[in-house]
């Protein structure tokens, strides 16, 4: 099993759906954990961060943080063609203190 | 607030050459990261500093990889010698304070082909 693992995609959404992301961990200790937005030939940038169960929310985004299942999600509501990108899921590993991300998303908003 | 500079943006090598990259990270930036990134995949985290000493580099592949921070400001990442597989895109990070949970802001990063 991978560290951290997300469904590589394609996911296309229609211009103001739910787009929806998931990402699963395989540290059962794992307390922090990160959504990171990259353009195409970009960098990545940090969108959000969640240490505890259930949601946090931010604009259109809402993280959602199930430790019991090792699951880490992302909605982006109203989406839109800006937000056609690839999302990366992060987290910081329990037992050896280490940033590991996911392959990452990739995301298109159709208009 | 001028962002993490990264030299060069990109660079084509012949394998068994070498090559270092160069990253100024935020001014004030405690805690450096460098990132390598191979095209399809996340970023993997090679070394992180605070300050000028060494927090993590369990995941940089020393003989081959070398990296230095001296007076806790900018930094170099050293390859010598390259591999096929080390053509990625670097990526350069910094934050505020201390631990991973700190924001990280990235470098525009430099892109290496190695053939």
């Known amino acids: 099993q991978k560290e951290v693992e997300q469904n590589s995609g394609p996911l296309s959404v229609p211009e103001g759906a739910i787009a929806s992301l998931n990402c699963t961990y395989s540290d059962r200790g794992s307390q922090s954990f990160f959504w990171y937005r990259q353009y195409s030939g970009k960098s990545p940038e940090l969108i959000m961060s969640i240490y505890s169960n259930g949601d946090k929310e931010d604009g259109r985004f809402t993280a959602q943080l199930n430790k019991a299942s090792q699951y880490v999600s992302l909605l982006i509501r109203d989406s839109q063609p800006s937000d056609s990108a690839t999302y990366l899921c992060?987290?910081?590993?329990?037992?050896?203190?280490?940033?590991?991300f996911g392959a990452g998303t990739r995301l298109t908003v159709k208009p | 607030e001028a962002g993490v500079a990264q030299s060069p943006r990109y660079k084509i090598i012949e394998k068994r050459q070498s090559v270092a990259f160069w990253c100024n990270p935020i001014?004030?930036?405690?805690?450096l990261y460098w990132y390598q990134q191979i095209l399809g995949q996340g970023p993997k985290l090679l070394i992180q500093?605070?300050?000028?000493?060494?927090?993590?580099d369990s995941q940089l592949p020393k003989d081959r990889f070398s990296a230095e921070r001296l007076k806790g400001v900018d930094s170099t990442l050293k390859i010598q010698p390259a591999k096929l597989e080390d053509s990625a895109v670097y990526l350069c990070?910094?934050?505020?304070?201390?631990?991973?949970?700190?924001?990280?802001?990235f470098g525009p990063g430099t892109r290496l082909l190695v053939l």
């Open positions: 500093f605070q300050n000028n000493g060494v927090v993590d």
């Open positions: 992060a987290v910081i590993m329990y037992n050896n203190n280490d940033m590991r």
């Open positions: 001014s004030g930036h405690a805690t």
């Open positions: 990070a910094s934050s505020l304070g201390a631990g991973l949970q700190e924001t990280q802001y």
